[in-house]
């Protein structure tokens, strides 16, 4: 069973930066960012291929910039501009194939301060 790792949360004013890290223990075809708030459904960010195809919620688009490194089998979210709204739990995610079980990270937090 593949396991994801998380790292990079935290807190940050609006207008700033962070960025998060998720290591996955196997190779997996698609990797990606969800993110949650209390009394909400989980929600899309942005996923990456391993051939590096993107998609991106439209609330992140030109903010948010996603990437990876297959040999350290890493997936990265870069988040830039952070508005209040952006605050949640970011749950890494990954799939073997297209259509296989989702498997998840253990959540970092990120609060961004107005």
């Known amino acids: 069973q593949v396991q994801l790792v998380e790292s990079g949360g935290g807190l940050v004013q609006a207008g700033g930066s962070l960025k998060l890290s998720c290591g996955a223990s196997g190779i997996v075809f698609i990797m990606g960012w969800y993110r949650q708030v209390p009394g909400k459904q989980r929600e899309l960010v942005a996923t990456i291929t391993s051939v590096g195809v993107r998609n991106y919620a439209d609330s992140v688009k030109g903010r948010f910039t996603i990437s990876r490194d297959n040999a350290k089998k890493t997936v990265y979210l870069q988040m830039n501009s952070l508005k209040p709204e952006d605050t949640g739990v970011y749950y890494c995610?990954?799939?073997?194939?297209?259509?296989?079980?989702?498997?998840w990270g253990q959540g970092t937090q990120v609060t961004v301060a107005s």
């Open positions: 995610n990954a799939q073997l194939y297209v259509g296989g079980n989702n498997i």
